[in-house]
């Protein structure tokens, strides 16, 4: 097994039957074998830095209805709301006051959230925060909205494919909803300019080891500047409420995979890994992460935005909590930093 993560690493890619191998061990051993190595390598490139990410979430409103989402259309207890413009901004401002040099505008497909409205807000904090980082997360548009954002001032956009099996995704999401199209409009990201953030779901249903190395097939040939990935977390009012959660250790794994596989691209420890395990996110770190995204939204609206149950919204997962988030990661040899943090891809 160590000859193998070692040549991963060497040669950044190994045939499907070792990728087979290493996905489908479960010892601790070679979890750790693979975490160091991925350490190694994104100290090698990024040093000992984690860039913090502002998150503000625009709005819990979707048009969507995908079966594993808690804000899908069809969830009628949903406590619905809605970001103005202005309280963007103040949001941007309270973030920009505390040291965050990069704003994540994610939200659900809100039809309220226009293009024409989008462009303004992105263009206003441009305008306000030129040495600042705007990355989107607000799901599927035409390619002409999307050069509008960029031209507006967007730099950065994640959009997590989240399986690239067509079959496996019409298991997670609605008939009009499709796999090719996803990824579609993540090679259009690419090519305006855009630096490109994809990613999926570990151990959603239905979910095997090849749909995993379909993914992993996927995103070496997308080549994005970031990658997202989570475990799985159930939400009580979806289709999937009965499922079980993704795997710790198996999210972990593809982690330090991705890491070995990808040594400059930006790769999250998500707010998921620190839901599903109260060392999650510091795991994801020891797994080769680069990067954190505190809450920057409105207290009284943070939990409201619950794609999943039970969503870690406080403490170090809150941009109020960036001393304690600092120390715990002191704690395992790690710094915070406020700077921009490009990829280096």
Not at 34 to 51: D, I, M, N, S
Not at 111 to 134: G, K
Not at 280 to 301: D, F, H, K, T, Y
Not at 328 to 340: H, P, T
């Amino acid at each position: 097994m160590d000859q193998l993560i070692k040549r991963l690493r060497d040669e950044q890619t190994l045939p499907e039957e070792d990728l087979r191998i290493l996905l489908s061990a479960e010892d601790d051993a070679s979890l750790e074998a693979l975490c160091l190595q991925a350490r190694q390598v994104r100290e090698q490139y990024y040093g000992l830095k984690v860039y913090i990410r502002g998150l503000i979430e625009l709005t819990n409103i979707c048009k969507n209805d995908c079966y594993y989402c808690g804000i899908r259309r069809s969830n009628r207890d949903v406590v619905r709301y809605r970001l103005s413009h202005e309280q963007v901004l103040e949001c941007c401002a309270h973030g920009y006051g505390l040291g965050f040099r990069t704003f994540v505008l994610q939200g659900g497909e809100d039809p309220y959230w226009t293009s024409d409205r989008l462009v303004t807000l992105i263009q206003e904090i441009r305008q306000s925060y030129s040495d600042c980082a705007i990355t989107l997360s607000i799901g599927e548009w035409k390619r002409v909205d999307y050069e509008r954002f960029y031209a507006a001032g967007a730099n950065r956009f994640l959009l997590r494919h989240e399986t690239f099996d067509p079959e496996h995704y019409a298991v997670l999401h609605p008939r009009e909803m499709s796999a090719e199209h996803r990824q579609h409009c993540l090679r259009q990201l690419k090519e305006i300019g855009f630096q490109t953030g994809t990613g999926i779901m570990v151990g959603s249903p239905e979910q095997t080891i090849d749909h995993l190395i379909r993914d992993i097939r996927f995103i070496e040939e997308l080549k994005p500047q970031m990658i997202g990935l989570g475990p799985f977390l159930p939400h009580k009012q979806t289709p999937f409420a009965g499922k079980p959660a993704g795997s710790l250790q198996l999210t972990l794994r593809l982690l330090a995979i991705l890491r070995l596989m990808h040594p400059e691209a930006l790769i999250p420890s998500t707010t998921a890994l620190a839901t599903l395990h109260p060392e999650g996110r510091l795991r994801g770190i020891l797994a080769g992460c680069n990067v954190v995204m505190p809450n920057l939204s409105p207290l009284e609206q943070r939990k409201k935005y619950e794609l999943y149950n039970d969503k870690a919204a406080l403490g170090a997962e809150a941009a109020e909590g960036l001393s304690l988030l600092a120390d715990q990661l002191a704690s395992i040899g790690y710094e915070l930093s406020y700077e921009r943090g490009d990829s280096l891809r």
